[in-house]
């Protein structure tokens, strides 16, 4: 059986990169709108209607409008947007993240695609807090790096027009410096911490691939733990999920700097890469996460919560590499 799916916003990055992941599905039929009709507010809401998945690739006003125009009730929607991350009549886009999170997300007819950045913070977090090795409110500092195709079509044209009005010329550039960036909550509730975690988010000049990182110091820890302990956590909590993998590089001492992370190393993939750098000897380790901001960081979760949506496997249109992640029409 064919189902429809309208990708509402399919001309920005993260639905560029969705037309491109679904691109030869037989079981599916994809509903479109002439370029003059994308924003006709009436014809998208007949599409939406139409639809058996509804994706919003929006900001979160406008998704939070799309949510407004549906009518029928076999309507599913996914949103990519925030405006519905921390709503708990949402399910949370994350299958690896509990148990029986897929099943949650399959059985819903809301769901919330999670953030790029908080995707690799709540992968590291979650785990240690509900199982008692971080607690609740230990102080969090979350540093990260994303590709500039995370901040949309705006950002892309900045760092890749010339002719730009407000080109940016910068290799790197650190933001998010008030503290209230809009993701922090999102790390909060989904990372167990009752505690507002110190999120610092930055951007460098290459199109796609992103670390998260979470340092940690472990002697500040009530309960004594390890970095071996940590990875033996992290091991458990996500074995038998295919997307994600994890790697336990803790050493003796500090380390002689040999170990080094690929920003690029995951672009076109919907694959998750957590490293744990931990130095026995110090009692000291960086997290770190390694994905792709616009695969498992948005189309590619997209299609994963799809597929379980539909009811056929997860990882239907994912196991490939795409042949030209960057190919986007912007």
């Known amino acids: 059986m064919t189902a429809t799916v309208f990708i509402d916003g399919s001309a920005g990055t993260t639905g560029l990169q969705l037309m491109q992941r679904l691109a ?8 479109e709108l002439p370029d003059a ?59 690896e993240m509990e148990p029986d999170q ?3 997300i399959a059985g819903s007819g809301r769901v919330a695609n999670p953030g790029c950045y908080p995707t690799g913070a709540v992968a590291l977090l979650r785990p240690l807090v509900g199982r008692s090795i971080l607690p609740p409110d230990f102080p969090v500092t979350v540093n990260a790096v994303s590709g500039y ?40 509730v989904h990372g167990l911490l009752s505690g507002q975690p110190i999120f610092v988010p930055s951007v460098g000049r290459f199109r796609q691939g992103m670390i998260v990182q979470v340092p940690l110091q472990l002697r500040a820890l009530s309960t004594p733990t ?45 694959d998750l890469h957590l490293h744990v750098f931990g130095s026995t000897a110090e009692n000291q380790v960086v997290l770190a996460a390694v994905l792709d901001n616009l695969g498992k960081g948005a189309s590619g979760a997209a299609v994963q919560n799809l597929n379980l949506l539909l009811g056929v ?18």
């Open 24 to 31: 030869g599905r037989t079981d599916l039929q994809i509903l």
């Open 37 to 95: 009709d994308r924003k006709d507010r009436d014809r998208r809401a007949a599409a939406i209607n139409d639809a058996d998945i509804a994706v919003l690739c929006l900001p979160d006003d406008a998704a939070r409008e799309s949510v407004s125009l549906i009518r029928s009730d076999r309507v599913k929607v996914i949103d990519t947007s925030t405006a519905h991350r921390v709503d708990p009549e949402w399910a949370y886009g994350f299958p």
């Open 102 to 104: 897929a099943e949650r």
């Open 149 to 188: 195709t995370g901040g949309g079509k705006a950002m892309v044209a900045r760092f890749e027009d010339p002719d730009h009005s407000e080109p940016l010329t910068t290799p790197f550039r650190v933001y998010g410096l008030g503290l209230d960036h809009k993701h922090v909550p999102e790390i909060r």
């Open 226 to 270: 390890s970095p071996g302990a940590i990875a033996e956590v992290l091991v458990e909590h996500y074995r038998g999920y295919p997307a994600v993998s994890v790697f336990n590089h803790t050493v003796e001492g500090p380390g002689d700097g040999a170990s080094v992370l690929d920003v690029e190393t995951l672009v076109g993939t919907n």
């Open 313 to 330: 496997d997860p990882q239907t249109g994912l196991t490939e590499r795409l042949s030209d992640p960057g190919a986007l029409a912007l």
